[in-house]
């Protein structure tokens, strides 16, 4: 059974950090490309940042500068640190693995706001 538990979403206030983690199980993890997409209201879902099985990286233009996606092959985890946060940051975030098959977490909320 594959699972993709996202954690770390909260209430922050502009200009703050957050680092939401992804914990996996069920998959070959290092096999797996791993990304963050977000999704806010009434807006279509959007990749935030990928991590390649490579280490390789990218990043949506709107967080370069900001965000860092990182991953711990040997604890099947995934990280997303987000610093500097913006009102227009708010969404759910959600963890994908993407190999043979494509696999998702439940989200977790962030909101940025004074």
């Known amino acids: 059974q594959v699972q993709l538990v996202e954690s770390g979403g909260g209430l922050v206030q502009p200009g703050g950090s957050l680092r939401l983690s992804c914990a996996t199980s069920g998959i070959i993890f290092n096999m797996y490309h791993m990304a963050w997409y977000r999704q806010a209201p009434g807006k279509q879902r959007e990749l935030v940042a990928r991590?390649?099985?490579?280490?390789?990286?990218n990043y949506a233009e709107s967080v370069k500068g900001r965000f860092t996606i990182s991953r711990d092959n040997a604890a099947n985890m995934m990280y997303l640190q987000m610093n500097s946060l913006k009102p227009e940051d708010t969404a759910v975030y959600y963890c994908?693995?993407?190999?043979?098959?494509?696999?998702w977490g439940q989200g977790t909320q962030v909101t940025v706001s004074s």
């Open positions: 991590i390649r099985s490579t280490g390789s990286t």
């Open positions: 994908n693995a993407l190999h043979s098959n494509e696999y």
